[in-house]
């Protein structure tokens, strides 16, 4: 943990120590700070934005009611995490076959504001993470792209660390292996574990 | 150092001095091998980029503000709305699947019962069953097919004999005699009246 997510811990503890006293203020400054970060590992696991918007409530809506009980173990962004993984998986399960509805507005809403090279690197992820379980896909979300560690992963998945260690060692070896080929580079390490 | 330990090593590495959160000493030991070492820096590289893809923000874009709302509006709420969960669907779901089965099973069984209870008795009769026991004294009396029938009335009014049974199939009418004890005599005077084929006691066992 760097400084900065020292910092940022400290100020999510006293939000959540403000919240246990029912100040809905720090409520929602808690919620549009975490907003985006829940959005992105959320949507790893899902494609429907109303399924994402429901589990960063239903997370909320719980952190609301627990946050008296957050004793500090762990980071808050690792409780909030943990929290909002859970929901995620309720959430999978209850509407996980059901089907997703295409947006039309979707590719056009990406291309709007996305810079053609950020398009192209968010095809090339959307590609190489399509080959990864969903398991594997919110470890590799959680250390590359939340920052979080192995100990505060296995936390969050509630699992031990050498779990999380085998998830990620794996989908780091399928990443290899595909996103050369994905980016149209030739592959100079099939399966070659070092 | 561009051994299979130090590749290892450089591998573990990777993630955790690109989320700059490896100690200083990692961080400078894993870049001086990526100097020497092509296959890591290759590596090393699609990790960079990994972990640029992820950092990009939500393609999903909700808005806060209107979640937020949701939210407050919800916490209002007395109770939360809990919507059935999908496992609570399968016990009730068992209950309904067992009682029609139980329904079933007793339908069966009432049909069953019913069916035995009405079904006729037999219409033959083997060997070794016992056949009908027969009136104290009764006798099977064949009478012939010219005999009249003032003369069949006065022959058993002579007899004391009274009808109880019969014709059957073959013609035998069973008659019982006023006074049992008098069977065998009252045989031999039918077998010797004129107008009777057959008299026989109906115990007599064949």
């Given at each position: 943990m760097n400084d900065a997510d020292t910092h940022d811990d400290?100020?999510?503890?006293?939000?959540?120590?403000?919240?246990a006293a029912g100040d809905r203020g720090a409520l929602a400054v808690l919620y549009r700070s975490y907003h985006g970060r829940l959005c992105r590992f959320l949507s790893r696991l899902t494609r429907r934005p109303d399924v994402i918007e429901e589990v960063i409530n239903d997370c909320f809506w719980i952190a609301w009611q627990k946050c008296g009980s957050f004793r500090g173990d762990s980071r808050a962004s690792t409780w909030i995490m943990g929290i909002a993984y859970r929901c995620g998986l309720k959430a999978l399960r209850q509407h996980g076959d059901e089907p997703v509805e295409d947006d039309p507005?979707?590719?056009?809403?990406?291309?709007?504001?996305?810079?053609?090279?950020?398009?192209?690197?968010?095809?090339?992820?959307?590609?190489?993470?399509?080959?990864?379980?969903?398991?594997?896909?919110?470890?590799?979300?959680?250390?590359?792209?939340?920052?979080?560690?192995?100990?505060?992963?296995?936390?969050?998945?509630?699992?031990?660390?050498?779990?999380?260690?085998a998830r990620l060692f794996y989908a780091r070896v399928k990443l290899r292996n595909v996103l050369p080929a994905l980016a149209g580079e030739p592959v100079t390490h099939q399966e070659n574990v070092p | 150092m561009t051994s299979q330990n130090g590749c290892t090593r450089a591998w573990e590495a990777m993630p955790w001095v690109l989320q700059g959160n490896a100690p200083q000493e990692?961080?400078?030991?894993?870049?001086?091998?990526?100097?020497?070492?092509?296959?890591?820096?290759?590596?090393?590289?699609?990790?960079?980029?990994?972990?640029?893809?992820?950092?990009?923000?939500?393609?999903?874009?909700l808005d806060p503000n209107a979640g937020l709302e949701r939210l407050l509006a919800r916490l209002d709420r007395p109770e939360r709305e809990v919507a059935p969960a999908p496992a609570r669907v399968v016990p009730w779901l068992s209950r309904a699947l067992v009682a029609a089965v139980l329904v079933q099973a007793i339908?069966?069984?009432?049909?069953?019962?019913?069916?035995?209870?009405?079904?006729?008795?037999?219409?033959?009769?083997?060997?070794?069953?016992?056949?009908?026991?027969?009136?104290?004294?009764?006798?099977?009396?064949?009478?012939?097919?010219?005999?009249?029938?003032?003369?069949?009335?006065?022959?058993?009014?002579?007899?004391?004999?009274?009808?109880?049974?019969?014709?059957?199939?073959?013609?035998?009418?069973?008659?019982?005699?006023?006074?049992?004890?008098?069977?065998?005599?009252?045989?031999?005077r039918l077998r010797a009246a004129q107008g009777i084929r057959l008299a026989e006691p109906a115990n007599a066992t064949p």
């Open positions: 400290a100020t999510d503890r006293m939000l959540l120590q403000r919240m507005l979707r590719d056009e809403r990406g291309s709007a504001h996305d810079p053609g090279e950020d398009r192209e690197l968010r095809d090339w992820l959307g590609k190489g993470l399509e080959r990864l379980s969903t398991d594997q896909r919110v470890v590799v979300e959680l250390v590359y792209g939340v920052g979080h560690s192995l100990d505060e992963v296995a936390v969050i998945m509630q699992c031990p660390v050498g779990t999380v260690k | 990692q961080g400078e030991w894993l870049a001086q091998h990526l100097v020497q070492c092509t296959a890591c820096r290759v590596e090393f590289e699609q990790q960079s980029r990994l972990r640029l893809a992820l950092s990009l923000p939500a393609e999903v874009e339908g069966i069984g009432i049909l069953g019962a019913r069916l035995w209870s009405a079904q006729p008795a037999p219409v033959y009769r083997t060997l070794s069953q016992a056949s009908a026991p027969a009136v104290a004294g009764a006798i099977h009396l064949v009478p012939d097919a010219t005999m009249k029938l003032a003369d069949w009335d006065a022959l058993l009014r002579q007899l004391h004999l009274q009808v109880v049974g019969g014709p059957n199939d073959v013609g035998a009418y069973t008659v019982i005699p006023a006074s049992p004890a008098s069977t065998a005599q009252t045989v031999e």
